[in-house]
DNA sequence: GGGACGTTCCGTACGGCGTACGGTACACCG
DNA sequence: CGGTGTACCGTACGCCGTACGGAACGTCCC
């Protein structure tokens, strides 16, 4: 498993694809926007380990080096499907209550994070400044409006909601696709490892793991990610909450 | 890029290697923990892309399937690398102050990242149950004991802080790579982005996003991912001890 | 000392990857 | 109909993880 990180070629002509200045379509009925859907559609599949530049040209039907009289690399392609499906999302008219507000582009990102795994392991640092960033910074922003913070703290707020929902969204999502990835329920899977663990792992040693891990165990699904996404979010925006109300 | 999922081999195997029971030594000298130790370096180094079974080799003067004597295959020896880094980190005796002890948890995470970023990259799900990681567990426990809450408010809690702190930590963390990986400062690539960005982006369409991204690239400096890192996890320490304290 | 055996070490090979390079074949313009 | 530009793509290179089978070695028994 290795990650991806971003396009490092001609940011112009990155800017050009990612904003579709100069679109064409070739003969074959080939275009950006169909190899960026068929990209997207399979690292939705099979995790971004799985996409290739030969499985992507495949699913259209075309030689793999096709694909590069549309896009420069497979860096490129991987900022044109971030951009893409940070299109995704419904816009709402948001919801008076600026909690309200937030709380729901926090599910919306963690819903898109579901929707999309492969983003959880795609660099974040210089983004691609593409129509569908811009669009969810402004909006999401707009959560905040009217709460009498500054600029600043407008900015850095979100950005730590944003924060909070990516590493939530990991565990939820991580969680959510062992199974499958694995072909085992986490029961299974817990009865392979029991036995195994019980045999090295002295409770004595460590009693707290040993107390709390048990009753985690016992709990599970009243506190699976799900959970326990809800409640980091809730206790960090009564956080927010005071930290608004004393400003 | 791809990412890197935990081995998938005999569940056995993988609890006797992270335990390090039968521990051998060959005769070129070569050993778990010295394979271990080289991909840790190499992963330090250059990434987890960079890492591959061949470098491993090489660095540690032998070929490359000689590894496979030792450790079933790469997926078992990121578990091993992970549950090795895991161990790294001091525990000292805990503050007196719950909150002063959640923080230097929270820290402590982030430091373990800093120096490891790869880890960001590896799967939590179905962890590696390896002596390290359990002895974290129960440190980390540790910082909430004493609060009055429930053995499962315990994991939940401690849970969501280190799910914030992941998600603060990769944006730090790649932030801080990015200048290296792309040998462009985060200036130089304002320079580049900005006159392109202005040619496509229509402040009138999304002003808020014009009017607190100008903001935030203004205070730069005041407001990186450090400092975002520190916001956020103020906030979400606020809000736990209001549970705690409404417990 | 000699032989047998178990383990360690590794050369080779297979199928996959991203993509550089250069050629082919088509659409369009004159 | 001929010429030109571009879309398409076959081939190849150097990587990757690792299956397979053989070679080299340490150890033990006779």
């Known amino acids: 498993m290795a990650v991806e990180y971003s396009g490092t070629g001609d940011p112009a002509r990155s800017m050009a694809l990612l904003w579709r200045a100069a679109d064409r379509e070739g003969r074959t009925g080939l275009s950006v926007d169909r190899i ?9 599949g099979d995790g971004i380990a799985a996409l290739s530049m030969r499985k992507v040209a495949d699913k259209l039907g075309v030689g793999a080096m096709s694909l590069y009289t549309y896009v420069p690399g497979k ?50 640092a210089r983004p691609p400044m593409g129509p569908n960033l811009l669009a969810k910074y402004d909006y999401e ?20 909601v944003l ?10 999502v991580e969680s959510a696709q062992a199974p ?3 072909g085992m329920s986490d029961e299974a ?35 699976d990610p799900d959970h326990a996404f809800e409640f980091g979010l809730q206790r960090l925006l009564d956080g927010i909450e005071a930290f608004i109300a004393r400003n």
């Open 180 to 182: 499958d990835r694995s």
């Open 75 to 124: 860096g490129e392609l991987v900022d044109l499907m971030v951009d893409q499906v940070l299109g995704e999302p419904e816009r709402p008219e948001l919801p008076a209550s600026w909690r309200a507000r937030l709380e729901h582009v926090a599910r919306s990102n963690l819903a898109l994070y579901r929707a999309h795994p492969w983003l959880l392991q795609v660099g974040t």
């Open 36 to 44: 960026v859907a068929a990209a997207i559609e399979l690292a939705d």
């Open 141 to 160: 922003l707009g959560a905040l409006e009217g709460t009498g913070l500054s600029d600043v703290d407008l900015d850095t707020t979100l950005t730590s």
């Open 163 to 172: 924060a909070y929902v990516n590493g939530a969204a990991s565990a939820a």
């Open 189 to 223: 899977w817990w009865e392979v490892q029991a036995p195994l663990l019980e045999k090295v792992f002295d409770p004595q040693r460590f009693p707290l793991a040993a107390r709390v891990g048990a009753a985690a165990g016992e709990a599970y699904g009243l506190i």
